[in-house]
């Protein structure tokens, strides 16, 4: 089979430190994206296991394929996790899911979770859209932009563009860096115009790391109007698989003049996190209920 | 619920058989109270139940409204065969550009081009009225029937009391116990465009009395209100309200903006001078240059008065009149402390899911997550 250099690692983790978990509230999130599906667990509101793979074709199967690590890592079962929330475009499709979040307020939440309370603007590029989101230091959402006309400028474009030159893609952030010269972006729009014009750039013998280069500027462009438009308050955190590809990590902070602050968890798993942290306080105020009446 | 009423209807089709003559408008400032004088009935042109644009945009191209495409698509289907007469003004440039393409292609017995004044003084005023005299004319020879002041009179009359069933059956989502979605409200004033008035306003009476005895609708997480371009499907408007949204008024030409505000009667008028008048001093859109800061301060009324919650702010793609607004919605509605969601939207819904994803996170962002 040939090599498949649009295919990123899937993982699987457990909380090394957390051992005295046993007897804790169990709550899930279950991210059906349309590129990468997470499954997240935490055990009173602390991360517990995770798992990260990719989106198949049935987002059913995706959603329980990836909590089936979880629990194989975990060993529980599913019985045991009180409460679960289904986010992302997929989310009407996790068949344990007790409520639908979107992954717009769950990524808010994740975010700050995960990069702290000072997290006012969060830049969600995803498989195949992304997102300007602001939120309080609660993790609540006050604005927010979505852009999800092609998949030129989000993870799923760069798949294709890791595939079409033959460089694996967790490589293609730091060769970017390696170009002396650039050509003009490529088109961020429509990521069929984009492949055609890497086809161009390549024929008129630019190299591979510059291909990149000018891949990586087009998408940093793309996601700094939309932050601009959404405005940009510190501070700021990139959630998403693309967080991982500094080649446009690095381009989107020098245009909008700020850093990025480092997370200690997966950006990719920032939905799920949002989500197994609204499970956590639905329960509660289910639990309130319930006392009341 | 009633579905959205059908663009050739079982109305339409009696009226047909008793050999009268039907005549399609398409801007919500052509006053209809002249086709009715005249003993036609006026419809209003929409988009709806266009699926495919194709033909509409090879003549219009796509740098034009996704809408006008779609009405120009339908009256080249022949979903509008029954016309015998079609009222088209600027309105904006591209229902322009849609009488500009049927006045060639179409095969309409009468096709009239009006131009409305963008402000609303006393010259503005006197010129409409002008162009009015030309609508009446052009009616009385294509109907045969002479408008008198007593029968234009009478059709004022008519379509105020239209106007007052509007104005009451929206009453039906204010407060802490709205009894009808949005997606009704728009179904009905659709069907308002769409048969004769008198008919509806018998229809629309007996939906209010029977609205009234409802249970009131508490499955909603947000009131909203939609603001912007041409909304002529309800359809788009159930998305919103299948997200946990309940669209509790508008600001659209084919909502609330269609028959809102009365023609009112001043001393010494005639009736087509009260018409003239009243018609350009409607706030409709921001078409008319010299009503825009009253336009704004009446949405926020609406907005308060309907204790709206957030807005929603639709702009079709390539819409030359809503497509700018948005650099003073952030100002008029934020700094009230009221959300505005903003989305672009073309006139055949093919993205419900992104759509729904944008609805479904501001209900939960007013919510407080």
Same mark, same amino acid.
């Given at each position: ?12 983790? %457990? ?57 194989? @890592? ?29 992954? %717009? ?149 020098? @245009? ?38 | 619920m009633k579905p959205t009423i059908a663009i050739g209807n079982e109305y339409i089709?009696s009226w ?12 919500c400032?052509?006053?209809e ?8 009935l006026p419809i209003r042109i929409r988009?709806t139940e ?21 009405? &120009? ?24 550009? &849609? ?57 004022? *009359?008519?379509y105020?009391q239209t106007r007052?069933l509007i =104005?009451e059956m929206f ?9 009808i979605t949005g997606t009704e409200t728009l179904q009905w004033t659709i069907r308002a465009m769409s048969m004769p008035k008198e008919i509806y306003n018998e229809e629309l009476r007996a939906f209010i009395?029977e609205a009234?005895? =409802? ?16 909304v002529d499907d309800p359809e788009?408007v ?12 508008d600001?659209n030409?084919y909502g609330t =903006?269609y028959l809102?505000? *009365? ?94 994803? =944008? ?11």
């Amino acid at each position: 089979m040939a090599q498949e250099y649009w295919r990123w690692s899937e993982e699987s983790w %457990i909380n090394p430190d957390l051992n005295d978990w046993k007897g804790a509230c169990l709550t899930a999130g279950v991210d059906i994206g349309s590129t990468s599906t997470q499954a997240v667990v935490m055990a009173d509101k602390k991360p517990l296991s995770y798992a990260s793979i990719r989106t198949g074709s049935n987002s059913k199967d995706s959603a329980v394929n990836a909590m089936n690590r979880v629990l194989e @890592l975990t060993g529980l079962q599913r019985e045991e996790i009180a409460f679960t929330v289904g986010t992302g475009y997929g989310r009407v499709n996790v068949p344990f899911a007790d409520k639908t979040v979107t992954e %717009i307020t769950c990524h808010a939440r994740g975010a700050n979770f995960i990069y702290g309370p000072s997290v006012r603007t969060i830049l969600d590029m995803g498989g195949q859209d992304c997102k300007a989101i602001h939120c309080d230091e609660n993790g609540r959402v006050r604005s927010f932009m979505m852009n999800d006309k092609c998949a030129a400028g989000t993870g799923r474009g760069m798949e294709v563009i890791a595939d079409l030159l033959g460089v694996p893609i967790e490589e293609i952030g730091a060769r970017s860096f390696e170009a002396d010269q650039i050509p003009k972006p490529i088109t961020s729009q429509c990521v069929v115009f984009a492949k055609t014009e890497v086809g161009h750039l390549m024929r008129e013998g630019w190299t591979k790391e510059q291909v990149l280069a000018a891949y990586c500027q087009a998408m940093a462009d793309r996601v700094a109007r939309l932050l601009e438009r959404n405005g940009m308050e510190l501070d700021f955190a990139i959630t998403g698989g693309i967080a991982k590809n500094i080649g446009v990590v690095r381009r989107v902070e020098k @245009l909008m003049g700020v850093t990025a602050l480092q997370g200690s968890y997966d950006s990719q798993i920032a939905g799920a996190l949002g989500g197994a942290l609204m499970a956590y306080d639905l329960l509660e105020k289910r639990k309130r209920r319930g006392q009341r009446s | 619920m009633k579905p959205t009423i059908a663009i050739g209807n079982e109305y339409i089709e009696s009226w047909k058989k008793a050999g009268k003559k039907v005549v399609g408008t398409v801007c919500c400032h052509i006053p209809e109270e002249l086709i009715h004088a005249a003993g036609m009935l006026p419809i209003r042109i929409r988009g709806t139940e266009c699926t495919d644009d194709r033909d509409g945009e090879t003549w219009m191209t796509g740098y034009t409204c996704g809408f006008c495409r779609a009405c &120009l698509q339908n009256l080249i289907d022949g979903k509008y065969n029954f016309l015998d007469g079609i009222i088209v003004s600027d309105g904006c440039m591209f229902i322009q550009r &849609l009488y500009d393409n049927w006045a060639v292609i179409g095969n309409t017995e009468c096709k009239l081009n009006i131009n409305i004044p963008r402000n609303h003084d006393k010259l503005a005023v006197n010129y409409f009225k002008d162009e009015l005299q030309i609508v009446k004319e052009t009616m009385e020879k294509l109907s045969g029937n002479e408008i008198t002041e007593e029968k234009l009179n009478a059709s004022i *009359d008519l379509y105020n009391q239209t106007r007052a069933l509007i =104005r009451e059956m929206f009453t039906l989502t204010k407060g802490n116990e709205p009894k009808i979605t949005g997606t009704e409200t728009l179904q009905w004033t659709i069907r308002a465009m769409s048969m004769p008035k008198e008919i509806y306003n018998e229809e629309l009476r007996a939906f209010i009395d029977e609205a009234k005895q =409802r249970e009131p609708i508490t499955n909603y997480g947000a009131r909203l209100m939609m603001i912007g371009s041409a909304v002529d499907d309800p359809e788009y408007v159930r998305i919103f309200e299948e997200h946990g949204g309940l669209i509790v008024t508008d600001y659209n030409c084919y909502g609330t =903006r269609y028959l809102w505000s *009365d023609v009112t009667r001043q001393e010494g008028e005639s009736a087509i001078e009260s018409i003239a008048r009243s018609y350009l001093e409607k706030l409709t859109c921001p078409r008319m240059t010299d009503l825009h800061d009253e336009m704004y301060e009446d949405m926020l009324g609406l907005a308060r008065e309907f204790d709206v919650d957030g807005i929603v702010y639709v702009r079709l793609k390539n819409c030359c009149l809503w497509g700018g607004e948005s650099v003073f919605f952030y100002d008029k509605f934020e700094k009230e402390g009221i959300p505005v969601l903003t989305l672009e939207k073309e006139e055949i819904t093919t993205n419900a899911g992104q759509v729904g994803v =944008r609805a479904e996170a501001f209900v939960e962002m007013i919510e407080g997550n």
